[in-house]
């Protein structure tokens, strides 16, 4: 059975947030977006709220999903649930993660080789979706 992770799509100004894992985390190097892991009981959105305050010290207010991806890793398959989500009160600080990049649906595009496996089909739908709204302002 795979285990369920959050993500959060945090857009501003037609960009979202990527973070890329440090060394020494797994996926070390790789981009992605922020979230992580559900535990046992917990909602999802409520999950997002903490892992975003625990890893960047933001708070936050999920809303719709953004799309998920079932990917298979070596350790196990994980089931990937992103949000649309906006960033409420806090400065960010990195923990788990040593860059944050805010990046153009052009840019998410380029960046897929660099994402964790997961991460692509959501950041491919995002790229398309941010990409619809900002041709159309």
């Not at 959050?6 to 190097?29: C, K």
């Not at 799309?67 to 400065?91: F, K, N, P």
């Amino acid at each position: 059975m795979a285990r369920v992770v959050t993500a959060a799509v945090i857009e501003r100004e037609g960009r979202v947030l990527l973070l890329r894992r440090a060394s020494g985390q797994s996926h070390a190097g790789k981009w992605e977006f922020p979230g992580g892991k559900l535990e046992p009981g917990e909602d999802e959105r409520a999950c997002l709220r903490r892992e975003l305050r625990e890893e960047l010290g933001i708070e936050a207010r999920v809303l719709e999903p953004a799309g998920e991806s079932l990917h298979r890793y070596e350790r196990g398959e994980i089931l990937l649930r992103a949000y649309w989500t906006i960033w409420t009160a806090g400065d960010m600080r990195l923990t788990v993660h040593d860059r944050a990049r805010w990046a153009s649906p052009a840019e998410l595009t380029e960046m897929l080789a660099e994402m964790t496996g997961a991460d692509v089909p959501i950041a491919r739908r995002v790229a398309e979706a941010v990409r619809g709204r900002t041709e159309g302002e």
